[in-house]
């Protein structure tokens, strides 16, 4: 059985759909990367996973419990889902550590979490920087970091390499990748061949449908495919 699982879901702005019944299972512990093109509603689709916005029809679960469907409604704080937006959208004001620990229960931003999160996307160096004092893709990942500290069952990014160059789209592609193998279950959206091709699966999504779900050729996908065969033959 999927980890994440989004049936049927259908979401319109003033009576213009952009999520027309749209459905996606994602395994726990893998990458999965949402590709397609600008407003076909990957932005929208990441929002009513997070509890953002509300689904109009259809039913979203998470561990075999429902998070918006017929019968229930679970605040987005209460989903333990990590949401990384388009724009990193730090607190301007405060440093790195505090950017980070702010995403932090108040007994835990003065302990050792907010230097561990730091350490696991490498922006331990730069704790005291202001954001305007780093780089784009330092930015993003603060914003990885933050999102990360309440340890959420699944991470969500909003095209998290979109505004970045290529030497740092290769680091932010990498910490992804690396976070996956660590068993995180992530969802991405993205335009960029480079991170799409560290995920597992790439869905396509085409005027508020999902057209395409294809498994990438990685190694975890082979070694997956023939344990699962190794099954069917028993
Ligand atoms: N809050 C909103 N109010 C009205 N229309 C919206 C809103 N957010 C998005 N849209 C529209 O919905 C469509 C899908 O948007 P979006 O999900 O952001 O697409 P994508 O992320 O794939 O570019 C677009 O036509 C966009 O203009
Ligand atoms: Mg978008």
Request: glycine share 12%.
């Amino acid at each position: 059985m999927s980890f994440l699982s989004v049936t049927g879901v259908s979401k319109s702005y003033a009576g213009r759909p952009v999520l027309r019944g749209v459905s996606l299972e994602v395994e726990r512990g893998s990458l999965t990367a949402v590709l397609g093109l600008s407003g076909c509603g990957k932005t929208t689709l990441l929002r009513v996973i997070a509890g953002f916005e509300r689904a109009e029809n259809g039913m979203l679960e998470l561990g075999g419990s429902e998070l918006d469907g017929p019968r229930r409604f679970v605040a987005p704080e209460r989903r333990g889902i990590g949401y990384v937006p388009q724009e990193g959208a730090l607190f301007p004001q405060l440093t790195v550590a505090g950017n980070v620990a702010f995403a932090l229960p108040r007994a835990e931003r003065r302990g050792a979490r907010p230097q561990e999160l730091m350490r696991m996307v490498g922006i331990d160096q730069l704790a005291d920087r202001l954001p305007h004092q780093i780089s784009g893709g330092e930015q993003q990942r603060v914003a990885i970091a933050r999102a990360l500290a309440n340890e959420p069952a699944v991470l969500l990014a909003d095209e998290p390499t979109g505004n970045l160059d290529r030497r740092n789209s290769e680091v932010v592609a990498e910490i992804f990748h690396g976070l996956a193998e660590g068993g995180q279950t992530i969802v991405m959206v993205t335009h960029d061949q480079t991170l799409a091709h560290k995920a597992r699966r790439i869905v396509t999504m085409e005027d508020g449908k999902v057209v395409g779900d294809a498994a990438t050729l990685r190694e975890e996908n082979l070694a997956t495919d023939g344990a699962r065969m190794d099954t069917d033959q028993k």
